[in-house]
């Protein structure tokens, strides 16, 4: 258990929906990273989210968008879904100083699993 | 940009035996780090074990080991004496040691340990 929670464990839902994956992070952990694994693109990063703010920005769509909160969880939004969104969406954490050259280590999460059908 | 390449997508391994697995990554940066992380069955995404590129001593976590060689950006990964829990996908991955950056992931190989 690596002390990151994710909910929901599975969510099924249709195409042009709304859906929201929520992450919380290891206590003491103040940044916060999502990454989309599909079958045929793998692991990808979305975004990272250090102490409420965003901190970095991968391959996320315009359609998806995320924030941290004051008591530092995380939620992925994910709009007007499409089929090639079914993946498993995991959130890591880490310590991660505020000084550049953290050698914090990212624990992950055990994931949500998005099926639109 | 930085990549990270594994070369072999499967693998398998006697049980109690020794197998290794490659990474190369490829970066113009002189601090980082590597990580292997393993995913079971389950999905979940585990750390192994990592090395921070300017040690120079390999790390080693019980039956898992290094062999960290920075000029050619090599980063494979051994495991001695193979279990059947050892199955599972293992992925190297490289992280920036100047940046707040993400992960940057390889594509993976598929571990089998064959009783």
């Known amino acids: 258990d690596s002390g990151v929670t994710q909910t929901p464990k599975h969510l099924i839902t249709a195409t042009g929906q709304r859906v929201t994956l929520r992450c919380s992070p290891r206590s003491g952990d103040l940044s916060v990273y999502w990454y989309q694994q599909s079958l045929d693109q793998g692991l990808q990063f979305l975004i990272q989210y250090y102490n409420g703010e965003e901190r970095a920005k991968g391959n996320i769509l315009e359609r998806f968008s995320a924030q941290q909160f004051p008591d530092l969880h995380s939620e992925l939004n994910l709009s007007s879904l499409e089929l090639g969104d079914s993946a498993l969406y995991f959130c890591?954490?880490?310590?991660?100083?505020?000084?550049?050259?953290?050698?914090?280590?990212?624990?992950f999460g055990p994931g949500t699993r998005l099926t639109v059908l | 940009a930085q990549t990270v390449t594994q070369s072999q997508p499967e693998m398998s391994v006697q049980e109690a035996e020794t197998v290794t697995l490659s990474c190369t990554y490829d970066?113009?940066?002189?601090?980082?780090?590597l990580f292997w992380y393993k995913q079971p069955p389950s999905r979940q995404m585990i750390l192994v074990i990592r090395?921070?590129?300017?040690?120079?001593q390999n790390a080693t976590e019980n039956r898992f080991s290094v062999n960290f060689q920075k000029a050619a950006k090599s980063f494979s990964l051994k495991i001695s004496d193979s279990q059947l829990g050892d199955a599972a996908m293992y992925f190297c991955?490289?992280?920036?040691?100047?940046?707040?950056?993400?992960?940057?992931f390889g594509p993976g190989t598929s571990l089998s340990v064959i009783p």
């Open positions: 970066t113009s940066e002189s601090d980082y780090y």
């Open positions: 991955a490289y992280r920036s040691g100047s940046s707040y950056d993400k992960v940057i």
């Open positions: 890591a954490s880490s310590v991660e100083s505020s000084l550049a050259g953290s050698t914090d280590t990212q624990y």
């Open positions: 090395q921070e590129a300017y040690k120079q």
